[in-house]
């Protein structure tokens, strides 16, 4: 064994750790389109709430002194547009349920808001990182502002910490685990529903 090199990464690692221990860290969450599973839109038009509960929201993880910061805004966005614009016959977006709720010529309201987001992990680089994120939709009758389905999706992740030269990789592989599974989740929801399979006001 190179017990000099050893020793050389060791105190690296000790030293990068000292520099960034206390610190806020920015993590990246960049995804790729999950493959949705096939089915036919539902037979009904929406207005897709972006509010600031889905827009800003963050999540942040701390362990020894450090906090890791998780944007979920921008991501979240884009997996809500997607799978209501897949799911749906036709979808504008707006910013409020109050605007929505003027569109004339949508059939049902749906807001997505993200409820709560959790992570645990080892200290070990082999350790798993074990991340969850829950969203909630409701979709609501335009016409009379009554809910008509609610539905809460629970998306897990599991996967291999890294090391501080690795963990980048291992948590952009963890990101994507867990909006594929978000993305499943929601459209197997969709696809379901039987509140939403017919019109509301034949």
């Known amino acids: 064994m190179n017990y000099k090199k050893l020793f050389s990464m060791t105190l690296l690692c000790c030293s990068l750790w000292t520099l960034c221990s206390g610190c806020a860290h920015m993590v990246p969450i960049s995804v790729q389109p ?33 906090t890791w910061v998780y944007r979920f805004g921008e991501p979240l966005q884009d997996y809500a547009r997607r799978l209501a614009g897949a799911s749906f016959q036709r979808v504008e977006e707006t910013s409020s349920t109050e605007s929505a709720f003027a569109i004339p010529s949508a059939d049902i309201v749906l807001v997505p808001r993200p409820v709560k987001a959790d992570e645990s992990t080892g200290l070990m680089a082999k350790s798993k990182v ?30 291999e910490q890294g090391n501080i030269f690795s963990g980048t990789k291992h948590q952009g592989i963890l990101m994507q685990k867990l909006f594929d599974d ?18 509301l006001h034949p």
């Open 34 to 66: 999950t493959a949705l599973a096939a089915g036919d839109k539902l037979p009904l038009t929406a207005a897709l709430v972006m509010n600031k509960d889905l827009l800003d929201y963050k999540y942040e993880f701390h362990m020894m002194g450090d």
């Open 130 to 159: 074990n991340l969850t994120l829950v969203i909630e939709w409701t979709a609501k009758d335009r016409a009379t502002q009554n809910t008509v389905w609610l539905k809460t999706i629970t998306a897990n992740a599991s996967e």
């Open 182 to 199: 978000l993305s499943a989740k929601t459209r197997e929801a969709f696809q379901s529903a039987s509140e939403l399979r017919s019109p």
